[in-house]
């Protein structure tokens, strides 16, 4: 015999919120990407009447740095690379402001 389980709001006991592909940085800039990302935070936690346990990101993060196609292609592999780092460090350090 199979029991039915219903929905009972009154009985919640784990909230999450789940985004995807927040890509930081992306085609607004740093300062449109972290606005964005704020506001998304907010209306995550306003749909929850702030009572999110924990969030969950799926897909990318930053996107600023993901290819040559989005710097100079005259640098080098190693100039890439140390550019890309110093990119990433400026975009989660965008996403610890926004959950402090």
């Given at each position: 015999m199979e029991q039915t389980?219903?929905?009972n709001p009154d009985e919640i006991v784990l909230t999450l919120s789940v985004m995807s592909d927040i890509h930081i940085s992306g085609s607004w800039g740093i300062v449109q990407s972290e606005q964005n990302f704020k506001n998304a935070l907010h209306f995550a936690n306003k749909v929850a009447s702030n009572k999110i346990d924990a969030f969950l990101f799926t897909g990318d993060f930053t996107d600023a740095m993901n290819s040559k196609a989005n710097v100079s292609t005259t640098l080098s592999p190693e100039?890439?690379?140390?550019?890309?780092?110093?990119?990433?460090?400026?975009e989660f350090e965008i996403l610890r402001r926004c959950f402090s």
């Open positions: 389980v219903k929905f100039e890439f690379e140390r550019k890309k780092a110093e990119q990433n460090k400026i």
